[in-house]
């Protein structure tokens, strides 16, 4: 387990919302939720053996971590159910606070891709359900 590779994602997390690193290469993006992984995704990026460190993990988050094979997790907060699929799936993770549900930006209801994926347990089939919330989204 490259727990030096968290280590370093902890301290270079400061000025973004994520940061990925591995074997001595890391990974930033400033963007919110969960787009920075999708991104990645989308960019076709191999994320295999990374350790992640990121402001929100919740359980929409934890799932695409698990599709693509993140081996350690840090998070600022951590989702009880994020971290419940972190658990299923043994990836290892640290986190500053617990919560029950990640809100959602205007703090008055659960955030959208946490309802999305609030019925699911397989991590694919909540890839394809964000992306296509995501891509709803965004086309609006």
């Given at each position: 387990?490259?727990?030096?590779?968290?280590?370093?994602?902890?301290?270079?997390?400061?000025?973004?919302?994520?940061?990925?690193?591995?074997?001595?290469?890391?990974?930033?993006?400033?963007?919110?939720?969960?787009?920075?992984?999708?991104?990645?995704?989308?960019?076709?990026?191999?994320?295999?053996?990374?350790?992640v460190a990121d402001l929100i993990v919740g359980k929409a988050v934890a799932f695409l971590f698990v599709k693509c094979n993140i081996k350690n997790v840090y998070a600022k907060v951590?989702?009880?159910?994020?971290?419940?699929?972190?658990?299923?799936?043994?990836?290892?993770?640290?986190?500053?606070?617990?919560?029950?549900?990640?809100?959602?930006?205007?703090?008055?209801?659960?955030?959208?891709?946490?309802?999305?994926?609030?019925?699911?347990?397989?991590?694919?089939?909540?890839?394809?359900?964000?992306?296509?919330?995501?891509?709803?989204?965004?086309?609006?």
């Amino acid at each position: 387990m490259r727990k030096i590779d968290l280590q370093i994602a902890k301290k270079n997390l400061l000025n973004h919302t994520i940061c990925l690193c591995k074997d001595n290469t890391c990974l930033f993006s400033d963007k919110k939720g969960i787009s920075p992984m999708m991104d990645f995704i989308n960019d076709n990026i191999d994320l295999n053996g990374y350790s992640v460190a990121d402001l929100i993990v919740g359980k929409a988050v934890a799932f695409l971590f698990v599709k693509c094979n993140i081996k350690n997790v840090y998070a600022k907060v951590l989702s009880k159910s994020g971290k419940e699929i972190l658990d299923k799936y043994h990836i290892y993770y640290e986190y500053e606070t617990i919560t029950e549900k990640i809100i959602n930006r205007e703090g008055n209801d659960i955030c959208p891709m946490e309802k999305v994926v609030l019925n699911i347990d397989d991590a694919e089939i909540a890839y394809i359900k964000l992306k296509e919330k995501l891509d709803n989204m965004r086309n609006f």
